[in-house]
């Protein structure tokens, strides 16, 4: 009986070290998860740059800082492509601006409105030159957007007027005024607010800025005819795919659960569609209707979507079709103004075989720079020393210096040097 109580007090005490020992393995795999998620031990390093050595590309890496130091992410979160795409997902912005603007409303051809708004520079531009940002939103999106109103707030700050156009059928107080509303590469309504600033400001010069799905119609805009590039100074795109066609397959798969964002984004696409279901379908027969919002109701990919719906809008036969004449990767070669794309290593839904493009165009052509974070997921860029983020991202920063700097080499360079890289430009 003595002998078995010394054996029960010998092997007791065993037993919390045991316990002790599975919680401490049970936090060191969650700590481990935690910085594999975060990305804690990843690096910071300035953007991957792919560029020729031309003269405006020196002075541009020199003048521009963003371009050439590290872009920092708030430590303990902003080096998770995916909490930056989640950050601007939900919030846009922290502590946003509102800046006033006045909205406009232009008629089309087609019977459909578009409309953008437009915000006066509050100071005068660094140069004493008329400056206009004209600028298209991502996916979806408007002058309303945080990340819109803090760009433009920051903008207007360094003497820039500001034009942005709202994608026909975004804005949900809007009516559509004809069955149409805005696709992934449709230039007509940006084309109609570039010639409205042109011919309202005859003396201004025009910087164009396009985010996600607005860059991929940006640089289709500028190459789709050289007359759309006189009196722009530069262009830049930021987070766009180049190619829905290549992206397409990418789009479909988990890898970085682009899966299921691609879900998110159809979803969001239904509820758009589905608020102008009347001017959208109106039109049409019964059957119609009933058909084509069966499919979309069960939609589960933007690619359901674009092959039910969206690309019938322009009468493209397939959605391959669709795709390939949509894409700017067949106009983006003919954009001979600067040009500067940017786009995240981290962002989950540009797959990295679409970064081939830019970094290809880059290494081709002398006016064009490729710069590659390392973070930043899609259009987040956010900066802050540990948790919370500044209300300016490096995305902000980056676009405002490099036209700062665009700006400042048009001013000084000689007029017989511009007239020469003019012609070189276009011929």
Known sequence: MNAHKSDAYTISPELPAMFDGVKLAAVATVLYIIVRCLNLKSPTAPPDLTYQDTALNRFLLKSCSQLTKEYIPPLLWGKSGHLQTALYGKLGRVSSPNPSGIRKYLPMQDGATATFDLFEPLGDHRTGDDITMVICPGIGNHSEKQYIRTFVDYAQKDGYRCAVLNHLGALPNIELTSPRMFTYGCTWEFAAMVGYIKRTYPQTQLIVVGFSLGGNIVCKF?????????????????????????AQETFLQWDQFRRFYNFLMADNMKKIILSHRHSLFGGNSVKMIDTDLSRLYTATSLMQIDDNIMRKFHGHSSLKEYYEKESCVHFIHNVHVPLLLVNAADDPLV???????????????????????????????FEGAVLFPQPLTWMDKVIVGYANTICQWEKQKPPCQSEQEHLFFFF
């Open 351 to 381: 797959h990295d075989s679409l970064l081939t493009i830019p970094r290809t165009l880059a290494a081709k052509k002398p006016n064009v720079i490729f710069a590659l974070t390392l973070h930043g997921g899609h259009l987040g860029f």
């Open 222 to 246: 500028l190459g789709e005819n050289r007359t759309n590039q006189e009196r722009v100074l530069c262009c830049v795109s930021v987070c766009q795919g180049y190619s829905a066609l290549r």
